[in-house]
């Protein structure tokens, strides 16, 4: 197993303990939910760096391209079901961004069916890169009328990415949908 895959096996093993932390944010005075986004932290770093090595060292595996994408979906929609869980993200968001990852996927696959590949474009990485941030941020809770509207600004902006993004999948991919 090479170095990227580990990286992408950590990220998953990461998540129970992010998502303990975070459900329990509370306790310790409030230290929990600063360990949760700490965890959550080094997942996302894991995500850019075992991409990085796999590409850079030749180290692109059919177990890679399968586990890394898994695990960022777990990941995100882990952080996604428990901030909505906290009252923190609306509920029809995070139906929206998880619908979104189910119907990529199910194009994906359709696609490795047919001998084909949807690489993620720059709709989809910049979906992926502002929602992780919007997380980070909701997750830390900071006090303030300034904070919130921050928040909610990055919660829509993931929204509106995450549709944008959909779209041009859907639009550059409608041809593996086809019947022969």
């Not at 992010?18 to 409030?30: A, E, M």
């Not at 997380?135 to 928040?151: A, D, E, K, S």
Request: aromatic fraction near 12%.
């Amino acid at each position: 197993m090479n170095i990227a895959n580990k990286l992408t096996i950590m990220r998953v093993a990461l998540i129970p303990f992010f998502v303990f932390f975070l459900v329990n944010g509370d306790w310790w005075g409030g230290a929990f939910k600063w360990i949760a986004v700490v965890i959550f932290c080094i997942a996302c770093a894991t995500d850019w760096f075992d991409g990085k090595l796999a590409r850079k060292m030749g180290l692109v595996s059919t177990f890679g391209k399968f586990a890394d994408p898994l695990a960022d979906k777990i990941l995100v929609s882990s952080a996604l079901i428990v901030l909505t869980e906290l009252s923190l993200i609306q509920s029809w968001i995070v139906i929206i961004i998880v619908s979104r990852e189910f119907i990529i996927s199910g194009f994906r696959l359709v696609a490795a069916e047919r001998g084909k590949v949807i690489a993620a474009n720059m709709w989809g990485k910049a979906k992926t890169f502002e929602t992780m941030i919007m997380l980070i941020f909701v997750m830390m809770q900071l006090p303030g009328r300034t904070c919130y509207i921050i928040g909610q600004i990055l919660i829509y902006l993931a929204l509106a990415l995450t549709v944008i993004s959909l779209i041009t999948y859907i639009t550059a991919n409608w041809d593996i949908m086809k019947e022969d």
